[in-house]
């Protein structure tokens, strides 16, 4: 299955006000601040280069480079000796990538296992590494099931992990395939959040419930789900604080957002999708750990895939948290969200194109 495969689940009569495009939207955008406007982006006006799979790849570049060339540098010749000065210098290279010491020892451990004691050359010892890499982060690919009315999904993440903008793509791929939308702007701390969040829900054809700044956060949260039964709205997407993970109080405030949704529809939140960004490195795993204790996150959505990106550090969150990775955001427009297929990252972290 394609690492680009978008929901295949569609809404029979799709919603009239809800299939204009995004750049169809944008004009009723015009009275908001030139800030938010600016962050948002406008998604017609930036070529796109290659497509998603080439930015992708592109993203990861960094990590590719260091597995490339750092592993190739470990065979000066023709055939190399597996014994302990390689497999020590395997391991340093693989811990530079973020993927952190664990998943660094397992490798090395497998590689001492299949080649140790005899000479091995540079691609049987790059299959091998794949094939434990894809081991370690086996997952099914997992699209965001509409199977509640409203379904209501909360999203959390630090400030500047590119949450926001996760939200816009998000919402777009949910209209694209016709499903009626009610964003949250929940995170009430921050003027320019509600307002980009206003821009884009502006653009998408999503219906929008916020309040002034710094009103309660839950209270916004109450009310977007409350207009999503109201409306029969069949999605109900919720922005929080940009809040730090070591900050208990506000922690605290995520899952009184959480007994508030609750109170509405007992299921509910059906998904808390934790936005990391993917230059976050080894941070990403401390933000992952505060998340998952205060809300229960059901996926990652992995943002931020440029160029100086060390990808590697969705291997140890898969395999402390067992919060798989669901999206993959590879730009800024709202069409740049991709399911994530493990199989197709590992590919792209080995590219040499």
Not at 16 to 42: K, L, P
Not at 222 to 250: F, P, S, W
Request: proline fraction near 3%; charge should be negative; glycine fraction near 10%.
């Amino acid at each position: 299955m394609s690492l680009f495969k978008r929901f295949t689940k569609t809404k029979e009569d799709v919603p009239e006000s809800n299939t204009g495009s995004a750049d169809d939207a944008a004009g009723s955008g015009a009275g908001q601040g030139d800030a938010a406007r600016a962050a948002a982006g406008d998604s017609g006006s930036k070529p796109k280069k290659g497509g998603l799979f080439a930015r992708f790849r592109a993203g990861l570049k960094r990590t590719s480079d260091i597995l490339n060339t750092d592993i190739r540098d470990l065979f000066k010749q023709e055939g190399q000796l597996v014994d302990d000065d390689f497999l020590d210098r395997l391991f340093a290279l693989l811990v530079r990538t973020d993927m952190g010491v664990n998943p660094a020892r397992e490798i090395q451990e497998q590689i001492k296992k299949d080649f140790r004691g005899r000479k091995a050359e540079m691609d049987e010892v790059l299959t091998a590494v794949k094939a434990k890499l894809l081991e370690l982060m086996a997952q099914d690919q997992q699209p965001l099931e509409v199977n509640h009315q409203p379904t209501v999904v909360l999203v959390v993440g630090v400030n500047g992990s590119g949450k926001t903008t996760s939200i816009a793509k998000l919402t777009k791929m949910l209209i694209d395939r016709g499903y009626k939308t009610v964003l949250g702007a929940g995170d009430t701390f921050r003027a320019a959040a509600v307002e980009q969040l206003s821009v884009w829900a502006d653009r998408l054809g999503a219906e929008i419930v916020k309040g002034d700044q710094g009103v309660d956060p839950a209270s916004i949260a109450h009310r977007a789900v409350a207009k999503a039964i109201e409306t029969n709205a069949d999605v109900c997407v919720i922005d929080t604080a940009g809040r730090l993970q070591t900050q208990t109080n506000l922690m605290q405030e995520l899952s009184k957002i959480r007994r508030v949704i609750e109170k509405q529809i007992d299921t509910a939140p059906h998904e808390v999708l934790l936005v990391l960004d993917a230059t976050a490195g080894q941070n990403g795993l401390s933000q992952a750990k505060g998340f998952a204790d205060a809300v229960d996150c059901t996926g990652i959505v992995l943002a931020k895939l440029d160029g100086t990106a060390k990808g590697g550090v969705v291997i140890p969150i898969r395999q402390q948290f067992e919060i798989p990775v669901r999206y993959i955001g590879v730009g800024e427009s709202p069409e740049d969200l991709a399911l994530f297929d493990p199989a197709q990252f590992i590919d792209a972290l080995f590219s040499t194109d």
